[in-house]
């Protein structure tokens, strides 16, 4: 049962470009957690998605950034015109239903975003 | 009211000695308060977590303190060894309302030999 996988592992854009980051969350997840993570910061809560759904985007800037989980494919963090200060590692989890005791977290590895 | 207060910042123990982690929370709907483990270039794994009806919890050598009233939990390992030299983050969720966690800075504990 392979982890939550997250892809690309290392991604450098320039100013004004797109960046696609792309996360499949373990065998059986069906919730999946975005959380940005800035150098020598903790983790800041992005966006929480089921299948075809957004339930809480209260972390998701106001604009360029957007987030889907559609029906087939993994979910996507999408951000449109990079800025330098979009650099940073974007985490992806994923979880079980909460009523059947999903409260706990699977990480995947992070793309480490590198806006030049 | 969101906050996640986590001190210190960073820590040095000697090998076989005990590393101290504290947290503080302000928001009374948090009902589950996990710890996580990251080293470097790696996503933060889950190390250990507890409810607010319990005081304490204990895995191996992991034990979360939990103290209700004053809202403050800590992470306590002991022996420690240079392999739990690691970033620890603390955080909190209010599952009821999504399980979004809101994390802490984060702890640099470097154990040395």
């Known amino acids: 049962n392979a982890g939550v996988m997250q892809n690309p592992r290392h991604l450098v854009r320039r100013r004004g470009q797109e960046a696609r980051l792309r996360c499949s969350p373990m065998?059986?997840?069906?919730?999946v957690y975005w959380y940005r993570q800035l150098p020598e910061e903790g983790l800041k809560f992005m966006v929480y998605?089921?299948?075809?759904?957004?339930?809480?985007e209260s972390g998701m800037p106001k604009e360029r950034f957007s987030a889907e989980f559609p029906k087939e494919g993994p979910s996507i963090l999408r951000i449109q015109q990079v800025v330098r200060g979009d650099s940073a590692a974007y985490f992806c989890a994923s979880s079980p239903p909460i009523r059947v005791g999903g409260y706990g977290y699977t990480f995947g590895s992070g793309t480490r975003l590198t806006v030049v | 009211q969101q906050q996640v207060k986590q001190s210190p910042q960073s820590l040095i123990v000697q090998k076989g000695g005990i590393s101290i982690i504290n947290c503080a929370y302000e928001?009374?709907?948090?009902?589950?308060f996990p710890w996580y483990q990251q080293f470097p270039g790696k996503g933060p794994a889950l190390l250990i977590a507890i409810r607010p009806d319990v005081s304490e919890k204990k895995e191996g050598r992991f034990t979360i303190s939990f103290n209700k009233s004053a809202k403050q939990f800590s992470l306590h390992i002991m022996d420690s060894q240079p392999g739990d030299s690691a970033t620890y983050f603390c955080?909190?969720?209010?599952?009821?309302?999504?399980?979004?966690?809101?994390f802490g800075t984060g702890t640099q504990l470097k154990v040395e030999l």
């Open positions: 998605l089921q299948k075809e759904n957004i339930i809480d």
């Open positions: 955080a909190a969720s209010n599952t009821g309302g999504g399980n979004k966690l809101t």
């Open positions: 928001n009374t709907a948090f009902d589950y």
């Open positions: 065998k059986g997840h069906s919730h």
